[in-house]
């Protein structure tokens, strides 16, 4: 894997966090699949991964980044 600058690192992931954000307020936790998510961003799923290893996880950072 490339290795990133930390920045970037960052950004990616605050957009995948409101990306999520979005998408778990309108369908909610459970009905949200991380597929939507990286549909929604016009990336893989394998990507929204290797930012965020579970759901849980980018639940977890999305209600704390609020």
Known sequence: MARLYPEYREEVQKKIIAAAHDIFHEKG????KMSD?????????????????????????????E
Not at 29 to 32: H, I, L
């Open 29 to 32: 936790y459970t009905n949200t």
């Open 37 to 65: 998510i990286a549909d929604s961003l016009g990336v893989t799923k394998p990507t929204i991964y290797n930012y965020f290893d579970t759901k849980e996880n980018l639940f977890v950072a999305v209600a704390d980044y």
